[in-house]
């Protein structure tokens, strides 16, 4: 049914259950799952003009990235998954349409959480905007 299911990852535990529960069924189905991670350019430009901030940033994005990365393969690797990863900059609701489009994505897993941190809010309002957006299935995972 699924063979290949786009798991958005950016370290936070709603998308810790995304990779959980996307793991999950691509190891049922024998799917391969693309892990994708990516650097909200909204947050790079909010700190262009500020000087060596700007560069503290792009280099604290890129180790969150690599992180979240990481421990998403890692899953994939305990579960007996094939994966692939990937980091694209931009709006995240647009890179994530954009890459399930260019990659055939049949089934994008994100994660949505409860929590009141401003990570988890701006998580949960990728989420909202993926579902807009999204042309093939989407699950939403809960923890």
Do not use: C, W
Not at 25 to 54: F, P, Q, W
Not at 112 to 138: I, N, W
Request: hydrophobic share 40%.
């Amino acid at each position: 049914m699924y063979r290949d299911i786009l798991i958005p990852t950016d370290g936070s535990d709603a998308s810790v259950t995304a990779l959980e529960q996307g793991m999950e069924i691509a190891s049922s189905m024998g799917a391969k799952v693309h892990l994708l991670h990516v650097v909200d350019v909204g947050t790079e430009m909010s700190a262009a003009g500020v000087g060596t901030i700007a560069d503290d940033l792009t280099e604290a994005l890129d180790e969150e990235a690599k992180e979240a990365l990481n421990q998403a393969e890692q899953m994939a690797d305990e579960a007996g998954v094939t994966s692939e990863r990937a980091v694209l900059e931009g709006l995240p609701e647009d890179a994530i349409h954009q890459y399930s489009t260019d990659n055939g994505i049949d089934l994008t897993v994100v994660g949505e959480s409860e929590d009141s941190t401003l990570t988890e809010q701006l998580f949960d309002s990728t989420t909202e905007d993926v579902l807009e957006s999204a042309t093939t299935s989407v699950l939403v995972a809960r923890g």
